[in-house]
């Protein structure tokens, strides 16, 4: 019952950009959109999240579409370490609930 | 700062046996999360606090699973009796608040295979 579409996986070079897309078609005014990132045999990692603008920080960007139906985070030059299954998430006061997320390869 | 501790790292059990979990969220975080995650899928809310108190249980399969936060620290949750089904990853995360506007930090988990 995720409030979000993620291709199930995708590939990139490594030092190359990597734009990972998200739908959420239904989403509230209320709703953050968040990205977390998951590595081998580890809990959950936060990586970014925003409302209506588009936000950096030292992992990543999230440009979020005017609409706010849709939003792609941005990994500007990708390593092997950034390879990992990348969940897209709408939270709210009362909900953070996973998909089943984007499985990133980097080849070197 | 010390991150979102839990324990058990694995625990294996025998169907029909009782199993508890434990979780330690990062100091002064109100609002505390139970995950399942099979393997190959995403994280699966099971039960959500606030402080002491139950925000969402809605996911949790109450005729096994407990969990409880009593004073609003420390949270376990419990699976009596245990089926083959149970087994999976059981991840424990905590934020400041319920707020969209905070992020959520992640245990390792604990890894249940029921035999």
């Known amino acids: 019952d995720a409030k979000t579409t993620q291709p199930n996986s995708m590939e990139s070079n490594e030092e190359e950009p990597v734009h990972l897309p998200c739908n959420h078609s239904?989403?509230?005014?209320?709703?953050?959109i968040h990205w977390y990132r998951q590595l081998p045999s580890q809990g959950p990692e936060y990586v970014i999240h925003?409302?209506?603008s588009n936000v950096n920080n030292r992992m990543a960007s999230l440009a979020i579409a005017e609409d706010r139906k849709s939003s792609t985070l941005i990994l500007h030059r990708a390593t092997l370490r950034d390879a990992a299954v990348y969940y897209c998430i709408l939270r709210n006061n009362n909900d953070m609930r996973f998909g089943a997320g984007t499985r990133l390869t980097v080849k070197p | 700062e010390a991150g979102v501790a839990q324990s058990p790292r694995y625990k294996i059990i025998e169907k029909r046996q009782s199993v508890a979990f434990w979780c330690n969220p990062i100091?002064?975080?109100?609002?505390l999360y139970w995950y399942q995650q099979i393997l190959g899928q995403g994280p699966k809310l099971l039960i959500q606090f606030q402080n002491n108190g139950v925000v969402d249980d809605s996911q949790l399969p109450k005729d096994r699973f407990s969990a409880e936060r009593l004073k609003g620290v420390d949270s376990t949750l419990k699976i009596q009796p245990a089926k083959l089904e149970d087994s999976a990853v059981y991840l424990c995360?905590?934020?400041?608040?319920?707020?969209?506007?905070?992020?959520?930090?992640f245990g390792q988990g604990t890894r249940l295979t029921v035999v």
């Open positions: 995360a905590s934020s400041k608040n319920r707020g969209g506007n905070t992020e959520a930090f």
């Open positions: 925003g409302l209506t």
């Open positions: 100091s002064g975080h109100a609002t």
């Open positions: 239904t989403i509230s005014g209320t709703d953050y």
